[in-house]
C-alpha cells in the first residue's frame, strides 16, 4: 500500500528551494576563487622565470664548453647581445632591451670546486676519472638547457608565456633520460684516467700527467681491474643511483639559471640591473592583462558551476562593460611603457661564444677579467 502525498505542490516547492540552495553554493565559489589565483599566480611566476631563462640561453653564457671556464682555465669569450623581453602590441612591435652580461654572475660553486681539485699537484687518475664524470654529468644539462631555451626562445613572446610552463614539464621529464645516456657515454670515455699517472710529485703547481703501459705490469694491471670494478659499479647503479644523481644535478642546474643577474634599460635612467625578483615584477605589470584574462574565464567558471546561471550571465556581462571600457578597471590595463624604455626589436639570435685554449693559468685560478 503506498502513500500518496497530499500536498503535492507544496512538495514541488521545497523540492525547487533545495535545488536552488544546491546550485548557489558561496562557500564552493569562493574556495573555487581563491585556488585559482593562487594557481594561475604561481604559474605565471613560473612562465616570467621560463622566460628569463630563454633571455639566458640566447645570451649563451651558460657553461656548455668542457674546454672553457668553469671546467678549465681557459678563458671564454662571448659577444654581448641586447635581448627582446616584455614585447608590447605596438606599430612596429616594441619591446624592453635586456642584456645578460657574463662579468656580473655569480660564482659556479660546484664546478670551481671541481676545476681545483682537477689542477691539483697531487691528484690521482681515480680521482681524475670521478671528477671528470662529475662535471660531464653538468655539462650535458647545462647543454640540454641552452638548447632548449634558445629554441623556445624562437616562438612568440606570447606562446613563451602560455605554453612555457607545459613544455618545460616535459622537458624535465625528456631531460633524464638523455642524461643517462651521456653520462654512459662519458664514463666510459673518462676511464682514460684510470690508465694515466700523475708525475708532478708536488713539486709542480699543475698536474703532469703519463700513460701507463704495458712495461709497467702492476699499474696496468691495477688500471685494468679498476676498470673491471667501474664496469661492474655502472651496471649495478645504473638504473638505481646514476638516475637519482642526475635527476639532482638537473634541479640544481635548472635552479642555478634563478641566480643570474642581467641589465634592463630603464626610462631616462639608462641600464640597471635586475635579479629574478625584478623579472617578475616588469612580467606581472607586461602581462595584467593576460593573466587577468585567465582569472577572469576560472572566475566566470566558478560562477556558472556554484551560483547558477542567472550570476553566470551577470558575470559576463560585467567582462564586457570592462571589455569595452564602460567599467574603467586599472586591473585590465598593462603598464610597463612607463617604468622601461620600450623600442623596436631587436634581432633574436643566440650570441656567439669563442674558448682562448691555450692559455692556460697554473694551480687552477679564477682567470681575470673575467
Known amino acids: 500500500m503506498s502513500s500518496i502525498s497530499n500536498t503535492p505542490d507544496i512538495d514541488e516547492k521545497k523540492a525547487d528551494m533545495n535545488k536552488s540552495d544546491k546550485d548557489f553554493n558561496i562557500i564552493g565559489f569562493l574556495k573555487s576563487v581563491v585556488i585559482s589565483i593562487i594557481t594561475i599566480v604561481i604559474y605565471f611566476i613560473i612562465a616570467s622565470i621560463i622566460l628569463f631563462n630563454c633571455k639566458i640561453a640566447q645570451s649563451n653564457i651558460l657553461p656548455t664548453d668542457l674546454n672553457c671556464f668553469p671546467y678549465e682555465n681557459n678563458k671564454s669569450f662571448i659577444d654581448p647581445i641586447l635581448t627582446n623581453i616584455f614585447?608590447?602590441?605596438?606599430?612596429?612591435?616594441?619591446?624592453?632591451?635586456?642584456?645578460?652580461?657574463?662579468?656580473?654572475?655569480?660564482?659556479?660553486?660546484?664546478?670551481?670546486?671541481?676545476?681545483?681539485?682537477?689542477?691539483?699537484?697531487?691528484?690521482?687518475?681515480?680521482?681524475m676519472f670521478l671528477l671528470s664524470q662529475l662535471e660531464s654529468m653538468f655539462h650535458t644539462n647545462y647543454n640540454i638547457l641552452n638548447v632548449y631555451y634558445n629554441l623556445l626562445n624562437q616562438l612568440p613572446e606570447l606562446a613563451i608565456v602560455i605554453l612555457g610552463p607545459i613544455f618545460t614539464f616535459f622537458q624535465m621529464l625528456v631531460s633524464p633520460v638523455i642524461c643517462l645516456f651521456s653520462f654512459a657515454y662519458y664514463y666510459f670515455v673518462n676511464m682514460k684516467w684510470l690508465f694515466k699517472k700523475?708525475?708532478?710529485?708536488?713539486?709542480?703547481?699543475?698536474?703532469?700527467?703519463?700513460?701507463?703501459?704495458?712495461?709497467?705490469?702492476?699499474?696496468?694491471?691495477?688500471?685494468?681491474f679498476l676498470t673491471f670494478v667501474f664496469i661492474i659499479i655502472l651496471f649495478c647503479s645504473f638504473f638505481t643511483v646514476v638516475p637519482f644523481v642526475e635527476i639532482c644535478i638537473m634541479f640544481f642546474c635548472v635552479f642555478s639559471m634563478i641566480g643570474y643577474k642581467g641589465v634592463i634599460q630603464k626610462e631616462n635612467k639608462g641600464f640597471s640591473e635586475v635579479s629574478i625578483i625584478d623579472i617578475i615584477k616588469y612580467f606581472f605589470s607586461s602581462y595584467k592583462v593576460t593573466i587577468m584574462a585567465f582569472l577572469t574565464l576560472n572566475i566566470i567558471s566558478s560562477v556558472f558551476s556554484n551560483l547558477g546561471q542567472i550570476y553566470g550571465i551577470v558575470s559576463i556581462i560585467i567582462v564586457l562593460l570592462i571589455y569595452f571600457?564602460?567599467?574603467?578597471?586599472?586591473?585590465?590595463?598593462?603598464?610597463?611603457?612607463?617604468?622601461?624604455?620600450?623600442?623596436?626589436?631587436?634581432?633574436?639570435?643566440?650570441?656567439?661564444?669563442?674558448?682562448?685554449?691555450?692559455?692556460?693559468?697554473?694551480?687552477?685560478?679564477?682567470?681575470?677579467?673575467?
Do not use: H
Request: glycine letters at 6%.
Open 325 to 370: 571600457n564602460i567599467f574603467k578597471i586599472d586591473l585590465y590595463k598593462a603598464n610597463l611603457s612607463n617604468k622601461l624604455f620600450l623600442t623596436q626589436l631587436v634581432e633574436n639570435k643566440q650570441a656567439t661564444k669563442s674558448c682562448d685554449i691555450g692559455k692556460i693559468q697554473e694551480g687552477g685560478k679564477r682567470p681575470k677579467n673575467r
Open 198 to 224: 700523475n708525475t708532478s710529485s708536488g713539486i709542480s703547481k699543475i698536474p703532469k700527467w703519463e700513460d701507463i703501459t704495458l712495461l709497467e705490469p702492476f699499474n696496468y694491471s691495477l688500471s685494468l
Open 87 to 127: 614585447v608590447q602590441n605596438t606599430d612596429p612591435l616594441s619591446s624592453a632591451k635586456l642584456e645578460i652580461p657574463q662579468k656580473i654572475q655569480s660564482k659556479n660553486v660546484i664546478l670551481d670546486m671541481i676545476r681545483e681539485l682537477k689542477y691539483s699537484p697531487r691528484i690521482g687518475g681515480t680521482k
